[in-house]
């Protein structure tokens, strides 16, 4: 994680990560202000409230509560050296609590992750630079990145080029646009399965996770997934670029196109293909309104469509890109070594993810591997051994469905919760499709995060309802039909292979298309340096369903972003005016309006969990409709999921409004101790928003322009160093 710290008034620091800020001070006696903690007292305390929080997750996973539990520490200076120190951590616990969960407990407290890195001795590397946001590679040295170390090469299969190089192609490409690629955290709770957390630095919204059977394979898999989606703008799906990129003369790619929209709002001529209009718009009912960007909202400059190669001829097709982050998510992207390499990995996934969806909605009984079989493969059998160790039952299924798909499935069960997790794994390779299979179930996971598996079903509803599936693509968290466990399989084992050369292996799952009269589309990008495609299939790689683009799109961000944005400066007639659109749009009043309108406001903040039932009563309390907003304020507590403050906020403005609204009540007479209850800051606000003296308190100003809104700027930021560099590549100026 980066860390940058600034200079305040005195000896006053304040340290900037993510969306958070510490300071710190010295005592008085030390020629500080004693404003602060100060850096040491902060070390000191991260150690106790570390080994706090996994005791905390101890407990939470064992219904153990933890309001009779007390942690506390103490460090005892050696007198000779006091950079010689014990830490001491006391936990009391209560009398009636099991010698096990004892035992357990203290456990717990020693996975302290403070502790592990002090006991291990970290290296502290102080140096110059002429410019840190600049020194990109920093946060990766140690990986084993050396460009052209021969003697080192680690050759995998599925790959054309070993480890090393890749890793060195990719991260030089991050430098040279200017990232700061950092690894927050890394993973391999059990042999040959690792995974991590890679980010940009200075915008944490970028992320992917890498998954291997080896550490440098994971860190390869999170590099190659990082510029994938930089390539395809994945970071920057459903959110604003802000003014000036949309004002550009390309928002996108230097190679998109602008299609006018026609005066009946009718799809334009030279928009996809008939054999994608008549999947995309079955009922006639899709409209030129219904495509415009989300990311720009120009629906002055129509709209923005992308090329893409229609496979069976080499045709360019476009397609829009709103229908494309409506549909797809990022099914179907990969970067690679080479073109083939990165082909053959999108196809795969596009076949692992309708191979699953087919398998879980149908609940298709899937047949084991053999145990003969799986002894050909002892790394993964080690693996899948330490699962079992921890008592985690684990299935091991051939789901080629007969021998006709290159995928693998390995299901978890956990018998303390009853939850399993089904992970799919694709790839020409049974070897490579089986480890994928093993990695994409840990990815990311620690053993407490086994415990939110979700329980398996007997509802057949359940399993095929559409938002299963998207449950099951974003983060596995969808459920299976018990079914799926029965020793009565529905097809027989078949020990497959599709193997060949990535070109050969590439051929040979277009073919498979093909078969089933499917059509792929091609966008190729090498604009960044590294070889990344985009292939879909229409009527096959959809994550939603193709409804959405009529009845759910993104792009209803346009009919609310200024308003919502310019809220402070409305007059009560633009107000009354958004109010009305927001009820007639009968959207879920728990969306949150940060996600309703594509802007990242900064954690912590009342933006970032405002929600539209929430935004709604502050337009009420503007609009003086407080019958209205007691109403919304009742619904807000009943389902409240949002900060305790916020809580508390909103019953001190329940109990206000219903003495407002009773004549026969006297505010004054409950003045005195609904501050004593609630705060005097709570009660101004309140008071305020009541008396109209403040208008939607909690709420900073902002507007188009995105002021104060640091997390989403530099989101946009992040997408001006991609913007700059493919304006470069085509020879355009930017401004």
Same mark, same amino acid.
């Given at each position: 994680?980066?860390?940058?710290?600034?200079?305040?008034?005195?000896?006053?620091?304040?340290?900037?990560?993510?969306?958070?800020?510490?300071?710190?001070?010295?005592?008085?006696?030390?020629?500080?202000?004693?404003?602060?903690?100060?850096?040491?007292?902060?070390?000191?305390?991260?150690?106790?409230?570390?080994?706090?929080?996994f005791v905390r997750l101890y407990c939470n996973a064992r219904d153990i509560p933890?309001?009779?539990?007390?942690?506390?520490?103490?460090?005892?200076?050696?007198?000779?050296?006091?950079?010689?120190?014990?830490?001491?951590?006391?936990?009391?616990?209560?009398?009636?609590?099991?010698?096990?969960?004892?035992?357990?407990?203290?456990?717990?407290?020693?996975?302290?992750?403070?502790?592990?890195?002090?006991?291990?001795?970290?290296?502290?590397?102080?140096?110059?630079?002429?410019?840190?946001?600049?020194?990109?590679?920093?946060?990766?040295?140690?990986?084993?990145?050396?460009?052209?170390?021969?003697?080192?090469?680690?050759?995998?299969?599925?790959?054309?080029?070993?480890?090393?190089?890749?890793?060195?192609?990719?991260?030089?490409?991050?430098?040279?646009?200017?990232?700061?690629?950092?690894?927050?955290?890394?993973?391999?709770?059990?042999?040959?399965?690792?995974?991590?957390?890679?980010?940009?630095?200075?915008?944490?919204?970028?992320?992917?996770?890498?998954?291997?059977?080896?550490?440098?394979?994971?860190?390869?898999?999170?590099?190659?997934?990082?510029?994938?989606?930089?390539?395809?703008?994945?970071?920057?799906?459903?959110?604003?670029?802000?003014?000036?990129?949309?004002?550009?003369?390309?928002?996108?790619?230097?190679?998109?196109?602008?299609?006018?929209?026609?005066?009946?709002?009718?799809?334009?001529?030279?928009?996809?293909?008939?054999?994608?209009?008549?999947?995309?718009?079955?009922?006639?009912?899709?409209?030129?309104?219904? #495509?415009?960007?989300?990311?720009? &909202? +120009?629906?002055?400059? *129509?709209?923005?469509? @992308? $090329?893409?190669?229609?496979? /069976?001829?080499?045709?360019?097709?476009?397609?829009?890109?709103?229908?494309?982050?409506?549909?797809?998510?990022?099914?179907?992207?990969?970067?690679?070594?080479?073109?083939?390499?990165?082909?053959?990995?999108?196809?795969?996934?596009?076949?692992?993810?309708?191979?699953?969806?087919?398998?879980?909605?149908?609940?298709?009984?899937?047949?084991?591997?053999?145990?003969?079989?799986?002894?050909?493969?002892?790394?993964?059998?080690?693996?899948?051994?330490?699962?079992?160790?921890?008592?985690?039952?684990?299935?091991?299924?051939?789901?080629?469905?007969?021998?006709?798909?290159?995928?693998?499935?390995?299901?978890?069960?956990?018998?303390?919760?009853?939850?399993?997790?089904?992970?799919?794994?694709?790839?020409?390779?049974?070897?490579?499709?089986?480890?994928?299979? #093993?990695?994409?179930?840990?990815? &990311? +996971?620690?053993?407490? *995060?086994?415990?939110? @598996? $979700?329980?398996?079903?007997? /509802?057949?509803?359940?399993?095929?309802?559409?938002?299963?599936?998207?449950?099951?693509?974003?983060?596995?968290?969808?459920?299976?039909?018990?079914?799926?466990?029965?020793?009565?399989?529905?097809?027989?084992?078949?020990?497959?292979?599709?193997?060949?050369?990535?070109?050969?292996?590439?051929?040979?799952?277009?073919?498979?298309?093909?078969?089933?009269?499917?059509?792929?589309?091609?966008?190729?990008?090498?604009?960044?340096?590294?070889?990344?495609?985009?292939?879909?299939?229409?009527?096959?790689?959809?994550?939603?369903?193709?409804?959405?683009?009529?009845?759910?799109?993104?792009?209803?961000?346009?009919?609310?972003?200024?308003?919502?944005?310019?809220?402070?400066?409305?007059?009560?007639?633009?107000?009354?005016?958004?109010?009305?659109?927001?009820?007639?749009?009968?959207?879920d009043d728990h969306i949150k309006v940060g996600t309703l309108i594509g802007i990242?406001?900064?954690?912590?903040?009342?933006?970032?969990?405002?929600?539209?039932?929430?935004?709604?009563?502050?337009?009420?309390?503007?609009?003086?409709?407080?019958?209205?907003?007691?109403?919304?304020?009742?619904?807000?507590?009943?389902?409240n999921d949002n900060t305790v403050q916020r809580g508390l906020f909103h019953q001190?403005?329940?109990?206000?409004?219903?003495?407002?609204?009773?004549?026969?009540?006297?505010?004054?007479?409950?003045?005195?101790?609904?501050?004593?209850?609630?705060?005097?800051?709570?009660?101004?606000?309140?008071?305020?928003?009541?008396?109209?003296?403040?208008?939607?308190?909690?709420?900073?100003?902002?507007?188009?322009?995105?002021?104060?809104?640091?997390?989403?700027?530099?989101?946009?930021?992040?997408?001006?160093?991609?913007?700059?560099?493919?304006?470069?590549?085509?020879?355009?100026?930017?401004?």
């Amino acid at each position: 994680m980066e860390i940058k710290v600034n200079f305040l008034e005195n000896l006053r620091l304040a340290a900037k990560f993510d969306d958070f800020t510490v300071e710190t001070d010295q005592p008085i006696r030390y020629k500080g202000d004693g404003s602060a903690p100060s850096p040491f007292d902060y070390f000191l305390a991260s150690s106790a409230l570390c080994a706090a929080y996994f005791v905390r997750l101890y407990c939470n996973a064992r219904d153990i509560p933890t309001e009779n539990i007390r942690l506390s520490q103490n460090n005892i200076v050696d007198p000779e050296n006091r950079y010689n120190q014990i830490f001491k951590i006391q936990v009391e616990l209560p009398e009636d609590l099991s010698e096990k969960d004892r035992t357990g407990i203290l456990r717990a407290a020693e996975r302290c992750s403070v502790k592990r890195v002090i006991q291990n001795a970290p290296e502290f590397q102080i140096e110059t630079v002429e410019n840190i946001d600049e020194d990109a590679q920093a946060l990766l040295m140690g990986t084993n990145a050396k460009d052209g170390d021969a003697g080192g090469e680690t050759w995998i299969e599925g790959k054309d080029l070993p480890l090393e190089r890749t890793i060195a192609n990719m991260t030089r490409i991050l430098e040279d646009l200017g990232m700061k690629i950092e690894i927050a955290s890394w993973r391999n709770i059990v042999p040959n399965v690792w995974s991590l957390h890679l980010r940009d630095a200075a915008s944490p919204m970028c992320f992917t996770n890498g998954k291997g059977a080896t550490k440098e394979a994971a860190l390869c898999s999170a590099l190659g997934e990082f510029i994938e989606r930089l390539s395809c703008n994945f970071f920057y799906n459903d959110q604003f670029f802000g003014e000036a990129i949309a004002d550009s003369a390309f928002v996108h790619y230097p190679s998109e196109r602008w299609f006018p929209l026609e005066d009946d709002d009718a799809l334009p001529a030279g928009l996809l293909d008939a054999h994608c209009r008549a999947i995309f718009d079955p009922d006639g009912e899709l409209r030129g309104s219904h #495509l415009i960007d989300t990311n720009s &909202g +120009r629906k002055d400059r *129509g709209i923005v469509a @992308l $090329p893409f190669k229609r496979r /069976s001829d080499g045709e360019t097709v476009y397609f829009p890109s709103n229908l494309i982050e409506n549909l797809y998510l990022s099914n179907g992207m990969s970067a690679g070594n080479t073109l083939a390499e990165a082909e053959v990995q999108c196809l795969s996934e596009i076949f692992e993810r309708a191979v699953k969806k087919e398998i879980i909605e149908q609940e298709i009984v899937l047949p084991d591997v053999p145990e003969e079989v799986l002894a050909k493969y002892p790394g993964i059998q080690e693996g899948i051994a330490a699962l079992e160790a921890q008592g985690f039952p684990v299935l091991v299924k051939d789901a080629s469905l007969g021998g006709r798909y290159p995928v693998m499935c390995v299901t978890l069960m956990n018998p303390r919760t009853g939850g399993v997790f089904a992970s799919f794994g694709a790839h020409p390779s049974f070897q490579v499709a089986l480890e994928r299979s #093993l990695t994409e179930l840990l990815q &990311g +996971r620690s053993f407490e *995060g086994l415990n939110d @598996l $979700p329980q398996p079903t007997f /509802s057949s509803l359940a399993v095929s309802e559409p938002n299963n599936f998207v449950e099951h693509f974003i983060d596995s968290s969808g459920v299976i039909s018990w079914r799926f466990f029965s020793d009565r399989t529905d097809l027989d084992f078949h020990e497959w292979d599709f193997a060949g050369t990535t070109a050969e292996e590439a051929e040979r799952l277009y073919g498979l298309l093909a078969d089933q009269g499917l059509e792929a589309y091609v966008m190729e990008h090498e604009d960044l340096g590294a070889p990344v495609c985009r292939i879909l299939v229409p009527g096959y790689s959809e994550v939603y369903p193709v409804e959405d683009l009529v009845w759910d799109n993104t792009n209803m961000a346009l009919d609310f972003r200024a308003d919502i944005l310019h809220l402070h400066t409305l007059e009560d007639e633009r107000l009354a005016d958004l109010l009305e659109r927001l009820e007639e749009s009968q959207l879920d009043d728990h969306i949150k309006v940060g996600t309703l309108i594509g802007i990242e406001f900064d954690d912590n903040t009342v933006w970032s969990e405002l929600t539209i039932l929430e935004l709604k009563l502050l337009i009420e309390l503007a609009l003086g409709e407080y019958e209205a907003a007691l109403e919304h304020v009742q619904m807000f507590l009943q389902f409240n999921d949002n900060t305790v403050q916020r809580g508390l906020f909103h019953q001190a403005m329940q109990a206000v409004l219903e003495i407002a609204l009773d004549d026969d009540l006297d505010f004054n007479d409950y003045h005195r101790n609904l501050t004593r209850m609630f705060g005097e800051e709570t009660m101004r606000q309140v008071i305020g928003a009541v008396n109209d003296e403040i208008r939607f308190p909690g709420l900073t100003p902002t507007s188009m322009g995105l002021e104060g809104i640091d997390r989403h700027q530099r989101l946009i930021e992040s997408y001006r160093k991609l913007h700059a560099a493919r304006a470069a590549g085509a020879g355009i100026a930017t401004s």
